[in-house]
């Protein structure tokens, strides 16, 4: 028996479609059919180095070590099996199959791990005849397959019990089956449905009655009603979950938990839905565009909205093929829609608490004894124990939340136990006393249940922990809140995560972190007073000020990722410590969280966020009072930004006030970069000439300096100037010597940078392969830094090549991947080189086609509706809209009239 191989392998499960049925029915010619069956794929797989190490029933399990190997015996097993001749009772015998790459553990002559998982549930989605591939192992195979193999991409799917979604594809060839029905998946319809680790427990009867009440005609509007921690959410996702045959157009989940007017209900749409974010108006009539189907919008936690009802109506009457599902905590009183009264789970009567089987039967008692065993997976329902677990949840007078959060104390606590506390300090509290709606009573005291289980100590670290916005580290907590001896704050921050009121997360990394629930973190923020409150949120300010300038933008290649998680792990916070320095008037303090944000946003592509910051910090009537080497550095910024979205002259305003700063502090470092900034927007002018000259004095600088970087950097920008001016071989020299320069120093983003200018140039030289293999690398690098003006003018260059090449269908889909990372930057340059391409595309199909409306075109002064029509396919509703495509005097359209002119 051969050795199992470890590492990196392939897995191949196989698995007869309907084998059941046919053994009840034929179980003489299946015991032939099976034998027949597993010699074929036995002697395959062996003939392709696979190695069998489970059958179970009629199912094979098996490694290989290559890919390859893996996907040339499915394909030759699925051959022989389809063309066997079967016994007739039993035909057609189909056998589905699955193949996934990834690693797993030795027990025994066995595997076990995630990757056997993935791999069982992608074979339960499919079809007999069928193989499917998971994305890991596309990955390796791509460049290798046969050339009579094709791969079909079926979309991202979400499996049974795995929390990601899975990118699965089907392989198939010639004599093989090709169209099958949709993949067995948890979704059939477009969704951001999500994926809950527990079962549902109980309600059937609601279920079954809110999802009649949805499939009624009469019925577009339905709100969900009932009290805070009733479970209202779970029970809508539970409903929606089990109507995907009803709303093919999709089913999309709105959380509105820290939304406050109907402007931000629109975005919140906009974002589940997946579209951009732009003004009230243009969301409206994109979603009209998208939402063609069948569709459902489920919008949780609606009732804290100010003047609601209009919104609900205005978005019903614009989408007549979509229905509302709503929860809230209160009646809206919305004009034409149901309501359904969500009650609590029911708990056991007292007269039988006693009894084993009637406690057996709540579904809150159910509830709490799922998620006891989620922090001890040894505990049970017994008599000893039934008649506290019965008042628990009897106290709680049956809602989830509270009942959850009660069971998570059993790590601790016996139920005996906990019912005595919690017949201490449960009680419910009047409006008067604690200044909430009815509402919002039961949440909130089943919250405050929880906080009075906590000792002072940790009460005072609960509520100082409001201070954070999303997760956060121990060192964190630590340095921010006002403990003095860190071994309680350790202490403490584990003590809360047993009480359920703090997560605790390990990244991919290792690194664990900590996490409050929104609803917990708005309990504990009102429990803390003004003065604490103002105190903590300095002390939040100021770490993170601290540590974005700490966390530098790394020069060594193997520091970039552990830089790029720093950032985006903190990100939140750090964006919260902005917005507080901000609008409390740390103006000095905000210019520099802006400032070490930079290069993320640069990388990021997230300019939009930092034009948006910038602006307002120089709007504070309080900017003038910051230091001048830090405004320079602010006015750089905002000069490129300005400068990429086609605002020369307030572009070039910023840069020269910089200049002048920097002037006059005679700091050649800022003189250096403002010269730069200058140069930028002088080179868009077409000011060629002042943008050399200016970019040699920036040079002179950062030589006096002795600034590697700095020089490197010039030399690149020379050599985009000198291929402006036509001097192709000075802008190769001076792009090579740049790539040296970087090369050296394993500064990767520089590097994708430079490849990218330099292909430019190699191509305009006529050296056209080589070109594309220097686009090929910048992209690499590009992507794996996810350094996006990077990945979108790569892909640019390499769409042109490929129009060049008359690969017509891969410039397309390069174009257009390229132009929404423009869009997404407003990068104006990036998006017309876009649009003129994806227009040349346009028009080479007319000639292909003949298709004299839109070939003729070209000699009218404005852009044919066909054409747009066409322009308006290629890109999508959406980023059509937003960029004013259809509107004659647009720069656009230009764009569009002299790629057709310089075609004809």
Request: one cysteine or more.
């Amino acid at each position: 028996m051969p050795a199992l191989p470890i590492g990196t392998i392939t897995f191949l499960f196989t698995d007869i479609e309907g084998s059941t049925t046919r053994w009840e029915k034929y179980p003489q010619e299946m015991a032939a059919a099976l034998a027949l069956h597993d010699a074929l794929i036995q002697q395959i797989v062996e003939a392709h180095e696979g190695v069998v190490f489970k059958t179970v029933g009629d199912a094979f399990y098996v490694v290989f070590t290559s890919v390859w190997q893996a996907s040339v015996a499915a394909i030759e097993v699925q051959k022989a099996l389809q063309q066997c001749q079967w016994p007739a009772s039993v035909r057609p015998l189909l056998v589905r199959m699955a193949l996934h790459t990834g690693e797993a553990q030795i027990r025994g002559f066995d595997y076990f791990g995630q990757a056997l998982n993935r791999t069982a549930r992608i074979l339960s989605a499919g079809h007999g005849g069928q193989i499917l591939l998971s994305l890991p192992t596309i990955e390796l195979l791509r460049n290798c397959l046969p050339p009579e193999v094709s791969l079909k991409d079926l979309g991202v799917h979400r499996l049974k019990d795995i929390r990601a979604p899975e990118h699965i594809f089907q392989m198939t060839c010639a004599g093989l089956m090709v169209a099958f029905p949709a993949l067995k998946t948890l979704e059939l319809c477009p969704n951001n449905l999500p994926t809950h680790l527990n079962g549902f427990v109980g309600r059937q009867k609601e279920v079954q009655a809110i999802r009649t009440l949805l499939r009624s005609d009469d019925v577009r509007l339905l709100t969900l009603i009932g009290p805070a921690g009733v479970g209202k959410t779970r029970l809508a996702i539970q409903v929606a979950t089990g109507l995907s045959d009803l709303f093919p157009g999709g089913i999309y989940v709105v959380d509105l938990a820290t939304t406050r007017n109907k402007d931000g209900v629109l975005t919140a749409l906009a974002q589940a839905i997946g579209l951009n974010e732009e003004n009230y108006q243009s969301i409206l009539e994109r979603l009209q565009g998208y939402l063609r189907d069948q569709t459902l919008l489920l919008f949780d936690t609606v009732e804290q909205i100010s003047d609601v009802a209009p919104f609900f109506s205005e978005l019903l009457h614009s989408l007549h093929q979509v229905k509302l599902l709503l929860t809230s905590r209160i009646s809206l009183h919305l004009q034409g829609g149901y309501e359904y009264m969500v009650a609590p789970l029911p708990v056991p009567d007292h007269k039988h608490m006693l009894n084993i089987a009637a406690v057996e039967q709540s579904d809150a008692v159910t509830l709490f004894v799922q998620h006891a065993r989620m922090v001890k997976p040894d505990f049970v329902l017994t008599p000893t124990n039934m008649r506290p677990i019965a008042e628990i949840c009897a106290y709680l007078d049956g809602l989830p939340l509270a009942i959850e959060l009660a069971a998570a104390r059993v790590k601790l606590l016996s139920p005996q136990a906990l019912v005595k506390r919690l017949g201490h300090r449960f009680q419910l509290l009047s409006n008067e006393s604690t200044g909430h709606g009815a509402r919002q009573q039961t949440l909130w005291e089943a919250i405050a249940w929880s906080y009075n289980l906590l000792n002072p100590y940790e009460k005072e670290l609960f509520t100082q922990l409001s201070v954070f916005s999303a997760r956060f580290t121990l060192e964190a907590a630590e340095a921010i809140c006002l403990i003095d001896d860190q071994h309680k704050t350790l202490d403490g921050l584990h003590s809360l995560v047993d009480k359920s009121l703090l997560r605790l997360e390990v990244q991919e990394n290792g690194e664990t972190s900590f996490e409050m629930l929104y609803t917990i973190r708005e309990y504990a923020l009102e429990q803390l007073s003004e003065p604490a409150q103002a105190s903590i949120q300095l002390r939040h300010m100021r770490y993170y000020l601290e540590q974005v300038e700490l966390i530098r933008v790394p020069v060594k290649k193997l520091e970039h990722q552990h830089w790029l998680y720093q950032i985006e792990a903190e990100y939140d916070n750090i964006a919260a410590a902005l917005s507080w320095s901000y609008t409390h008037g740390y103006i000095e303090e905000s210019f520099r969280i802006t400032e070490a944000l930079w290069q993320f946003w640069w990388l990021r592509g997230l300019l939009r966020e930092g034009r948006k910051w910038f602006e307002a910090l120089f709007a504070h009537p309080d900017s003038a009072s910051v230091s001048p080497a830090l405004r320079a550095k602010a006015l750089q910024r905002l000069s490129l930004i300005f400068c990429i979205n086609n605002r020369y002259s307030a572009a070039m305003g910023f840069a020269e006030e910089a200049l002048m700063i920097s002037q006059q502090l005679a700091d050649k470092k800022l003189m250096s970069d403002a010269y730069v900034a200058c140069a930028s927007v002088a080179l868009r002018l077409g000011e060629q000439q002042r943008a050399v000259t200016l970019l040699e004095e920036s040079l002179k600088l950062r030589q006096a300096l002795n600034d590697i970087p700095g020089m490197a950097s010039l030399l690149n920008n020379l050599g985009n100037v000198a291929r402006q001016q036509e001097k192709i071989e000075r802008a190769m020299a001076l792009h090579r010597k740049s790539l040296f320069y970087f090369r050296q120093l394993g500064e990767e983003m520089a590097v994708a940078a430079v490849l990218n200018n330099l292909a430019e140039v190699e191509w305009c030289s006529g050296y056209h392969t080589q070109a594309v293999v220097t686009y090929e690398e910048s992209l690499l690098i590009s992507r794996k830094l996810g350094y996006t003006w990077g990945i979108a003018s790569s892909l640019a260059g390499l769409a042109d090549a490929a129009f060049a090449e008359e690969m017509y269908e891969k410039a397309r889909e390069m174009y257009k991947e390229s132009l929404h990372l423009f869009q997404e930057m407003d990068d104006q340059q990036g998006i017309s080189v876009c649009i003129e391409g994806l227009t040349q595309i346009i028009r080479q199909r007319a000639q292909t086609e003949e298709q004299p409306e839109v070939i003729g075109y070209s000699m009218s002064d404005q852009v044919d509706d066909t054409t747009l029509a066409l322009l308006r396919q290629e890109i999508g509703e959406e980023l059509f809209t937003h960029l004013q495509l259809a509107r004659p005097d647009t720069a656009l359209q230009q764009t569009l009239l002299d790629a057709f002119t310089g075609m004809s």
